[in-house]
């Protein structure tokens, strides 16, 4: 999740996951799944959360650019998928060596 937070106390909260198809150019692109504004006091799981696709093209344009002016567009999102991407294969080996060990 991202979370933008003001200084009144509100934030908007943005759940992100990962596009993964076989194009190459939306590889490493993640997508806002779902967007929730949480008032000042008010607990994250009372927040009235949407769809992020069911909001007004205006609206969902509005948002990404916040975002990107915030340094998480594209260039952010190519490097944590590099980054992730590194993770899991490290864990991968890491298993399967654990395996190895465990059945020798």
Not at 26 to 36: G, K, P, R, T, Y
Not at 82 to 97: D, G, I, R, S, T
Request: net charge negative.
């Amino acid at each position: 999740a991202v979370v933008s937070t003001q200084s009144t106390g509100g934030k908007l909260v943005f759940n992100c996951n990962y596009h993964m198809t076989t194009e190459e150019q939306n590889l490493d692109q993640f997508v806002i799944s779902e967007v929730a504004f949480v008032a000042p006091g008010q607990e994250d799981h009372l927040a009235f959360t949407t769809d992020f696709g069911n909001l007004d093209y205006v609206l969902i344009e509005e948002f990404e650019n916040y975002l990107t002016r915030r340094g998480l567009g594209a260039e952010f999102s190519s490097v944590l998928f590099e980054m992730a991407a590194e993770f899991e294969h490290h864990n991968y080996v890491k298993f399967l060596k654990n395996v190895r060990d465990f059945v020798n």
